[in-house]
């Protein structure tokens, strides 16, 4: 769970944002959760080597917040994801942390989130830029 020092959860303000995952393969994952409880969902893939042939899907739905617990609500599916103030760069090799979510479940079986971390954009392109 994150950390959160007076031991409640997270505000909608602190949650709601632009996230990204971090791939070097065939696919990129984003989501834009709006301070208006809207949602947003970018899915790409692509055959490798040909990333100008990628094929893409938007989804729109909504979001709810529970505790660390976000319920992204879309296209006849729920996918609950867990916001981390602190969510470690270590999965892609850097040093360091931003907010970020880490999929946990799904109400189907084809889902895009369980065990995919996304970090806030604004950090991972300053992290873009250092390099």
Known sequence: MPAIPDGRGPSRQEVAGHYAAVSESE???????????????????????HH???T?????????LSGP???????GRCETLRFDSTLSF????????????QGLHSSVSFNHF??????????????????
């Open 27 to 49: 696919w990129n994952l984003e989501v834009w959760l709006n301070p208006n409880g809207t949602a947003e969902i970018i899915s790409e893939g692509w055959r490798a080597g």
């Open 69 to 75: 617990f976000v319920a992204l609500k879309y296209s």
């Open 52 to 54: 100008d042939e990628r």
């Open 114 to 131: 369980i065990g995919v971390s996304l970090w806030r954009s604004e950090y991972l392109e300053s992290i873009r830029e250092v390099e």
């Open 56 to 64: 893409t899907t938007r989804y729109r739905g909504s979001w709810s």
């Open 90 to 101: 270590a999965a892609f090799g850097a040093q360091g942390s931003a907010p970020g979510l």
